[in-house]
């Protein structure tokens, strides 16, 4: 036998200049060089994206080398050729189509891992001699797999590289994204002199501008202003500490313990919370959904979302931040009640930009509540079903509008 190994695809396709690059690489390569097929695989899944190669296109090489005995793949061998049927194929493939099987074969071959062996009447089968050997096979020839080990190893590398910087840029964008609300929430609570409003403003046009699939270019830039917010915050809450005072022994006519006497015109969550606040609010809408719906409201409460006080007194902090006027404030608790005007502050905060004029918007909704005609329930899950890109009017609410127009 001559031994002759065709290139040129069955039937009227036409011969590529892929096809003659990858027999080019393959005959480059030194005779004997052996690779282990599965380590390979794991290569080739790691270097997916740079391959153009799909799951389900990876799911059909595993099947390919799995009809190959060896561990070890030896370029040179006569045997580097698997010859399956296209129903054992979809078979290992997981059941596959046989539509789907041909376009994720060409893909594998177009990337250059597999080759194309075919037969005269493009049937797939192997010539053996007298003894048993193969002769001449005809299928799926795995010779460019052995051949681009070195690449593909590279490209393993390259991937997992890029995917533990772009995990750090999560890491950092998550971390500066936390102590910006908590110093935020510290300075509006300790009453630093500073523009809150416009740095909240700022820090929420960062995240409003968070990428859907994020990347490195576009995290890179974006932790490195996240950074830059968080520095600058930092320095105006480190200005207005007070310096360490060296402790002294009690005195015999010293007080055991004082109490701050709060300035006039102050908020205190504590002394404005009524018990019937946490009960009607408990009874309407779950603090565990208020904190599921409103994440960016969390980042407020200083010990977590687990009680309506704890929402009543993040509210107290996000107020002055979306510009809300005290009197505005004052008369969503009158209508609403405390509970329920911090629930839908958390909700304000949630939609972002999307509320232009947060303060007069709950004067509105002050104004529907005292006319009966606003509930928070239809308004969380609006933003709920929006969250999970789900229609809100399949989900179960309450009769009435989701989200009052908000051109107030």
């Known amino acids: 036998m001559l031994g002759f190994n065709p290139i040129a695809p069955f039937g009227c396709g036409a011969l590529s200049p892929a096809a003659l690059r990858i027999q080019r690489d393959v005959r480059q390569c030194q005779p004997g060089k052996a690779c282990h097929k599965w380590k390979t695989f794991r290569h080739a899944c790691e270097a997916k994206a740079a391959l153009a190669l799909s799951d389900r296109a990876l799911t059909v090489l595993n099947a390919l080398l799995s009809f190959h005995p060896d561990t070890v793949l030896t370029l040179g061998s006569t045997d580097l050729v698997v010859f399956p049927s296209n129903r054992e194929l979809s078979l290992r493939a997981h059941g596959i189509p046989a539509s789907t099987l041909r376009r994720h074969i060409a893909a594998l071959v177009k990337s250059g891992l597999i080759q194309r062996r075919d037969s005269p009447n493009g049937k797939r089968y192997a010539r053996r001699a007298a003894g048993g050997d193969i002769e001449l096979a005809f299928g799926f020839d795995l010779s460019p797999l052995v051949a681009a080990v070195d690449d593909l190893a590279e490209l393993a590398a390259r991937a997992v590289e890029e995917r533990h910087v772009l995990d750090a840029l999560r890491e950092q964008v998550t971390l500066a994204r936390r102590d910006i609300a908590k110093m935020l929430a510290l300075g509006v609570e300790r009453g630093v002199d500073a523009d809150w409003p416009a740095l909240h403003h700022e820090f929420l046009g960062l995240i409003d501008g968070r990428p859907r699939t994020p990347c490195r270019a576009a995290l890179e830039p974006l932790a490195a202003a996240l950074v830059e917010l968080s520095g600058r915050i930092l320095e105006i809450l480190e200005s207005h500490i007070e310096p360490t005072r060296p402790i002294r022994e009690p005195s015999a006519n010293a007080s055991i313990a004082t109490n701050p006497t709060p300035k006039a015109g102050a908020e205190s969550a504590s002394n404005a919370f009524q018990p019937d606040i946490e009960r009607d609010v408990a009874s309407a809408v779950p603090v565990r959904l208020v904190a599921e719906t409103c994440p960016d409201f969390v980042d407020y409460a200083r010990h977590g979302l687990r009680t309506i006080r704890d929402v009543v007194d993040a509210a107290v902090i996000v107020r002055p ?28 905060l949630q939609r972002g930009n999307g509320i232009k004029n947060p303060g007069g918007y709950l004067r509105t909704l002050a104004r529907r509540a005292a006319a009966g005609q606003f509930s928070i329930w239809p308004m969380l899950m609006a933003l709920r079903g929006a969250q999970r890109g789900k229609d809100p009017a399949e989900m179960k609410t309450p009769a009435g509008p989701s989200f009052p127009d908000d051109s107030a």
């Open 321 to 348: 931040l979306l510009g809300v006027s005290p009197s505005a404030w004052e008369e969503a608790c009158a209508a609403m009640g405390q509970g329920p005007a911090s629930v839908t502050l958390a909700l304000i």
